[in-house]
């Protein structure tokens, strides 16, 4: 985000993340993500993945499993990032609607956070 443009922040309701999550990987597949970080208070920020491409975000429901799994890198064989108890999901947008960012939030604090 270096051009400086205003960036509006949204809560995605926890009840369109199954329908979100397929939109957004239509979307965004192959995408590069700058980086993906983890940050919470006992970990601190640990960086997890640097200029990889986006497979998918997948959401599996209470009922299911209750799980984010975000896939990255080679699309015939990507590494998974599993987020179990999944409580909020943030999008950050740029002024052209664009998504710069991603925050997902567990049960217990810790966020991981893609940032395009």
């Known amino acids: ?3 400086h443009s205003p960036v509006t922040t949204k809560e995605i309701p926890t009840e369109s993340w199954e329908d979100w999550c397929v ?30 491409p986006l497979v998918a ?7 299911k499993g209750n799980d984010v799994v975000i896939s990255y890198g080679q699309e015939a064989a990507p590494t998974r990032h599993l987020i179990q108890a999944p409580v909020r999901l943030r ?13 997902i939030e567990n049960q217990n604090g810790r966020r991981t956070i893609l940032s395009f």
């Open 1 to 3: 985000m270096s051009d």
């Open 23 to 52: 939109t957004f990987t239509n979307g965004n597949r192959g995408r590069l993500i700058s980086s993906i970080e983890l940050v919470g208070h006992e970990i601190g920020d640990e960086p997890l993945a640097e200029g990889v």
């Open 57 to 63: 975000i997948d959401y599996d429901p209470v009922h």
């Open 91 to 103: 999008q950050a947008q740029d002024a052209h609607g664009l998504v710069v960012s991603l925050e």
